[in-house]
């Protein structure tokens, strides 16, 4: 089945560490996105990329930084820069730059940093 | 900038009474407007959209929703709620940034089903 995987589900890191968050797609979509969602904030925008080793800082990109070497897969890392790295993160695609396509999303993946 | 606002975080209906769940959006050219919904501890998953033509939606699981352009509105509604109803509903708007694509979510609204 097409989907996208993002992987751990869970994640525990200690204050200070980078953690890189998976994200992989098999849906042929050009473009990537990733969420960050707190409560009662909705989802705010950190990265996006509609085609490889191309992307867009979203609304909220400071702490982070991605990489998109293939058209399947666009990990996020956490860097211990992001002042407030616990969250819930979700990847995204869709298949391209058009407006009126809607985005795909995979499970999630819940970061603690204690 | 484009943005949607959902009026009401949270939001809690009887068991087979009406479900409406409002969204109004800021744009100044034609917006690409979408309702998803998301169930604890998983991604979003789309319930309808709008892009151009008829301004009466139909989505999945009994929802619809209305383009009022007047009113600047996309409101989700459901004319009787079932208890696996019970999820965070999202309002979201496409735009160009960029040149890209860029979709923009509201704060979400949590709907309780009372049986």
């Known amino acids: 089945d097409g989907g996208i995987t993002q992987s751990p589900k869970y994640l525990f890191r200690k204050e200070g560490q980078n953690v890189t968050l998976s994200c992989e797609q098999n849906?042929?979509?050009?473009?990537m996105y990733w969420y960050r969602q707190d409560p009662g904030q909705g989802l705010r925008l950190i990265y996006y990329s509609q085609i490889v080793n191309d992307f867009q800082k979203g609304d909220i990109a400071e702490g982070y930084s991605v990489s998109r070497e293939k058209k399947e897969s666009f990990p996020l890392t956490v860097t211990s820069a992001q002042k407030n790295p616990t969250a819930f993160y979700l990847c995204?695609?869709?298949?391209?730059?058009?407006?009126?396509?809607?985005?795909?999303f995979g499970t999630g993946t819940r970061l603690t940093v204690t | 900038a484009q943005s949607v606002t959902q009026l009401g975080s949270h939001v809690s209906v009887s068991e087979g009474a009406l479900v409406l769940l409002r969204c109004n959006y800021s744009?100044?050219?034609?917006?690409?407007l979408f309702w998803y919904v998301q169930y604890p501890n998983q991604g979003l998953q789309l319930l309808l959209k709008y892009t151009t033509g008829a301004t009466l939606v139909k989505g999945i699981n009994g929802f619809e929703a209305e383009f009022k352009k007047s009113e600047t509105s996309f409101h989700l509604t459901k004319p009787s709620a079932h208890m696996s109803d019970a999820a965070e509903y999202f309002c979201a708007v496409s735009s160009l940034a960029g040149g890209y694509q860029k979709v923009t979510f509201g704060i979400g609204t949590k709907l309780q089903v009372i049986p």
């Open positions: 995204a695609s869709s298949r391209g730059s058009t407006l009126s396509y809607e985005l795909y």
């Open positions: 849906l042929n979509h050009d473009a």
């Open positions: 744009s100044s050219v034609p917006p690409y």
